[in-house]
């Protein structure tokens, strides 16, 4: 997609815990009223929203990092019971400048891609300072301390940047841990604060056991 193509206002859903990255696929079961009404609106035009974590908890209109990603829809089915499974395709990251009163039940934002339109380059293997098995292995402790099953062969045909950007979604990092990967522009810095977020889960891991 072009750079021209980006709208400049999108439909944003808010979900904690949820990150996903361009070129990458988040599924979403969809069903809560407003967002059923997000994916119909977004059906009749180009089939795309943005993906954000809110701050809190709270019920209502809780407050949204400014950092989130663009996706289109590129599976689409509805249950009996009236929910949509859908498919999200990431395209590129945006950073939120306001948020824009309409009459509907979801909520929508300008925002603005400069930041991120390297996002938008054809994927390429870059040269990077760090042996890709090392990160591996480390990831695979990680996922066996905490008793999380993983198709460890599928993760090993990834690039780097495939790598980390999976391994950041499938995860269970905290929100904020979350967030500072999906802020993270350059792929030596992703994966250096990816490294140390699973050295600090690990050495939390232990720490715990040690406790109990």
């Known amino acids: 997609m072009k750079k021209n193509n980006l709208p400049n206002e999108i439909a944003i859903f808010p979900l904690s815990n949820a990150i996903f990255f361009p070129r990458t696929i988040l599924p979403l079961n969809i069903f809560e009223d407003r967002y059923l009404d997000l994916v119909s609106d977004s059906m009749k035009k180009e089939r795309m929203f943005g993906m954000v974590q809110p701050k809190s908890r709270t019920v209502g209109l809780p407050e949204v990092y400014n950092i989130g990603c663009l996706g289109k829809i590129t599976s689409f089915n509805e249950t009996a019971d009236k929910r949509f499974i859908i498919s999200l395709s990431g395209i590129i990251r945006f950073r939120i400048k306001k948020e824009i009163k309409r009459n509907k039940l979801y909520r929508n934002f300008e925002v603005d891609y400069s ?63 979350k967030q500072k990967l999906i802020e993270t522009i350059k792929i030596d810095n992703k994966i250096k604060l990816l490294d140390e977020i699973i050295n600090f889960n690990l050495l939390d891991f232990q720490e715990n056991k040690t406790v109990q």
Not at 115 to 143: C, G, P, S
């Open 115 to 177: 930041e991120f339109l390297n996002d938008l380059n054809q994927e390429k293997e870059q040269k990077i300072n760090y042996q890709k098995k090392v990160l591996l292995n480390k990831i695979k402790i990680y996922f066996q301390k905490i008793n999380y099953p993983i198709d460890y062969s599928q993760l090993e045909k990834l690039n780097f940047d495939q790598l980390t950007s999976t391994v950041s979604m499938i995860s269970p990092f905290s929100v904020q841990e």
